[in-house]
């Protein structure tokens, strides 16, 4: 059987203008930057082109930026080393202030917008307002202001006792390579020293480290112990066999097996066609798309199931990526394969070219996925599950990857959420009648759990608002702070009456519904209510159309195939992008390098993290959605399992 190559060549620009310098000078760590503010349309390379430094410089001063830069966010620009006179007398610098009304802070892992809210007593609101990037989602090593007159009062660090002793902190040193050092955790350092709440450690500074009762009588200056040197603060090094590798003349082969039940032994989609001439020829099939729980719906031509539409989307998005990545000098054979039921999977398998693949994307249903990741593990090709959220064969197959994390995982993530950012507000569960075993009553059971177990000063009430009406819930509510509410139930009539009585007291009361993206599939509910209800909930995607990327992603697909992308066009987008480029960079065998190389994506954050210690990957990536009282949507960060 011969196959075709599909491979589609499309053309992106990015816009690239000058514009004056806005900038600051600063001194940190011995080292001057300027801070520059970026302007609209600067990118990396234009900011490199003006200040005479090169990427790789600019990239490792501001970890976490992208190749198009927010307007308005700031960006460290080195100009050379100075020397730094260490003091004789040791002492803790203070945080370096650019501007007289603002400080700098440092986003260190598993921060989100709302823990450095509360760290710093302020609103993430204001936060955001303060830091316009942050509609494109919180980063790790992103550089964040902070208004000044929220300063820690407290910054000298705490009295050395026989319980405590000095440290010099030396060049590459963090807050996690000494924790790990002196086996002490990092709250525990920041706790003995209250400036590093709002700063980075800096060469030559000298800091207290609490010592536990086995390490007293110990030297700490003489003590031969191994140190982790690294740029960021992460908790381990990456693997050795991460290294980029030199694969300009390599070609790469890549297999697309999407069900779009094309008629007889048609089974290979050549690289000539076109979209109407494709949808022509796609019959109607009964399998849904596989649901991931919040999966939006898809609107396509009336005489194509909108189910195998979505396929199609998905496809193109793949097209664009591979079409990106051709720009960049990746040499790609993209096999696209029709293949709907098991028969046509296991015809696939015995063909010569399928051992040769180095990348293989589907099949999309759980059901067919069996014989495919068998063979993937045999021939030890990476098997990506794009879709689907279900299945277990990440449990034992160490080539599986889940694109979609499990509904079981993003109740675990949210209750957890819930029991961090809420420990010390007024939450009041919802009385409802039904089932106790649904999605939202685990999640409540498991919030209440989490609550429970932290050391805030939360508030925690039930309310039936079918018994006990409106009115008597006020003498349980907070007057000046946040009351958080939570529906145990899908039931749309259930969750319809409380959203309406919730509506009535947000106009007097703070209040916050917490949730999941079901409720908003919900027809009956106008979306209104929800913003003023100010509606948060936790989601494994969330598109910003104000991202620089987004917007090149949407021009591009309108101009290739005439049509609007969806949710499907996205993921097909992110998916390929993301595993092409990691197969480009790490080659094949790139599992281990996955936790160490996030990327920014149109609608996901990729954090995958292996489920057992035979096991795959899932990506355990989550967006905090929040809708705002002025009809904003917002992403308030990305969070994973770190």
């Known amino acids: 059987m011969k196959l075709f190559i599909a491979i589609c060549f499309f053309t992106l620009f990015v816009s690239l203008s000058h514009s004056c310098f806005s900038q600051k000078e600063v001194e940190i760590s011995g080292v001057k930057y300027v801070l520059h ?14 200040y005479k430094v090169t990427q790789k410089e600019l990239l490792q001063a501001n970890p976490g930026i992208t190749a198009i830069l927010k307007a308005g966010s700031t960006v460290k620009i080195p100009v050379g080393k100075v020397e730094v006179a260490v003091p ?20 260190a892992r598993k921060q989100t917008i709302f823990s450095i809210a509360k760290q710093f007593g302020i609103s993430a609101n204001d936060l955001i307002r303060f830091n316009p990037e942050l509609s494109n989602g919180l980063m790790v090593g992103q550089v964040l202001k902070i208004p000044v007159k929220t300063l820690p009062q407290s910054t000298e660090p705490m009295s050395v006792q026989q319980s405590a002793t000095k440290y010099k902190v030396e060049k590459g040193e963090t807050l996690f390579s000494l924790a790990a050092r002196f086996g002490v955790e990092v709250s525990e350092l920041k706790n003995a020293n209250p400036s590093l709440f709002s700063r980075s450690l800096e060469a030559g500074e000298t800091i207290v480290i609490p010592v536990k009762s086995s390490t007293k009588n110990q030297d700490v200056g003489k003590m031969e112990v191994p140190r982790t040197v690294s740029i960021v603060e ?31 032994n048609d089974h290979i989609i050549p690289s000539n066609i076109d979209r109407t001439t494709l949808l022509s020829r796609i019959k109607l099939n009964s399998q849904p798309i596989p649901a991931s729980g919040d ?92 879709l689907s959220p279900v299945g277990n064969f990440e449990q034992n197959n160490s080539w599986y990857f889940k694109v979609n994390p499990t509904k079981e995982f993003q109740i675990e993530q949210t209750a957890s959420y ?11 569960l919802l009385q409802v009648s039904g089932n106790s075993t649904s999605t939202e009553a685990k999640l409540a059971q498991m919030s209440i759990e989490k609550l429970a177990g932290q050391a805030g000063k939360n508030m925690f009430h039930e309310y039936n608002f079918q018994k006990l009406g409106v009115n008597s819930i006020k003498p349980i509510l907070d007057e000046t702070g ?61 598109i910003d159309y104000n991202k620089p990327l987004v917007r090149r992603f949407v021009s591009q697909y309108r101009e290739t195939f005439s049509a609007e992308p969806t949710q499907f066009s996205h993921q097909g987008f992110d998916v390929a992008y993301y595993f092409l480029s990691a ?60």
């Not at 819930?418 to 009041?428: L, Q, R, Y």
């Not at 599939?521 to 913003?531: G, M």
């Open 234 to 264: 992460i908790n381990s090094e990456p693997p050795s066999d991460c290294d980029p590798i030199n694969a300009k003349n390599q070609k790469y082969k890549a297999a697309l097996i999407l069900p779009f039940n094309l008629p007889g």
């Open 482 to 542: 946040e009351n958080i509410f939570f529906i145990p139930t899908d039931n749309e009539a259930q969750v319809s009456v409380a959203v309406t009585n919730l509506n009535a007291l947000a106009e007097n009361y703070n209040i916050v519904l917490m949730g999941t993206p079901t409720l908003t599939k919900l027809k009956s509910i106008q979306t209104e209510n929800f913003h003023r209800v100010r509606l948060r909930y936790l989601s494994h995607y969330f």
């Open 295 to 386: 999966t939006t719906t898809i609107v396509g031509l009336t005489n194509i199931d909108p189910k195998l539409e979505g396929f199609l989307e998905f496809y193109e998005g793949v097209l664009l990526a591979i079409d990106s990545l051709q720009s960049k000098g990746m040499n790609i054979e993209l096999y696209v394969f029709d293949a709907s039921n098991q028969q046509m999977i296991n015809a696939l398998l015995q063909l010569d070219e399928f051992r040769d693949l180095n990348l293989i994307i589907g099949p999309v249903y759980p059901e067919l996925q069996e014989n495919m990741a068998a063979f993937a593990a045999k021939n030890r090709i990476p098997m990506i599950s794009p």
């Open 37 to 50: 503010t970026v302007k609209k349309s600067e990118t990396v390379f234009s900011l490199c082109q003006k």
């Open 88 to 107: 004789q007398k040791p002492e803790v610098p203070k945080p370096v202030q650019v501007e007289p009304e603002y400080y700098y802070h440092k986003v």
């Open 583 to 642: 197969l480009y960079r790490y080659g094949k065998d790139f599992r281990n390098c996955l936790p160490d190389y996030p990327m920014e994506l149109t609608q996901m954050f990729f954090d995958f993290r292996k489920v057992t210690p035979m096991g795959g990957y899932m990506n355990t990536g989550l967006f905090v959605t929040a809708y705002e009282r002025n009809f904003d949507i917002l992403n308030y960060g990305a969070i994973g399992v770190k």
């Open 418 to 428: 819930i029991g961090t950012e809420f420990s010390d507000k007024n939450f009041i």
